[in-house]
């Protein structure tokens, strides 16, 4: 059975960092365009940076670049995300996944790991 499993999250302060890590159970991993993906309490969950299968391309929603940063280690079927500069308006839960969702197990969401920024 084919895993995403999100670590990393926690409690930290406005202006804080946190670095997230997706670990994949299968070397199928770096064939898939990867993404990390976030929903707070009460909105749909939304892509908020992408990375190529390489990892040579990325791109970010407006509302985290320049202080979130995508990358991945093939080698060790991981995705990483480095948020830095975090908001309150970061807190939400952050999974990751295949863009589109659901490409490596149909319908399949990790449990994800939260993240809460206090101001």
């Known amino acids: 059975q084919v895993q995403l499993v999100e670590s990393g999250g926690g409690l930290v302060q406005a202006g804080g960092s946190l670095r997230l890590a997706c670990a994949a159970s299968?070397?199928?991993?770096?064939?898939?365009?990867m993404a990390w993906y976030r929903q707070a309490p009460g909105n749909q969950r939304e892509l908020i940076a992408r990375?190529?299968?390489?990892?040579?391309?990325?791109n970010y929603a407006d509302s985290v670049r320049g202080r979130f940063t995508i990358s991945r280690d093939n080698a060790k079927t991981t995705l990483y995300l480095q948020m830095n500069g975090l908001k309150p308006e970061d807190t939400a839960a952050y999974y990751c996944?295949?863009?589109?969702?659901?490409?490596?197990?149909?319908?399949?969401w990790g449990q994800g790991t939260q993240v809460t920024v206090s101001s």
């Open positions: 299968t070397r199928t991993f770096a064939i898939y365009e």
């Open positions: 990375i190529s299968n390489g990892g040579s391309r990325t």
């Open positions: 996944n295949t863009v589109p969702p659901g490409l490596m197990v149909r319908n399949y």
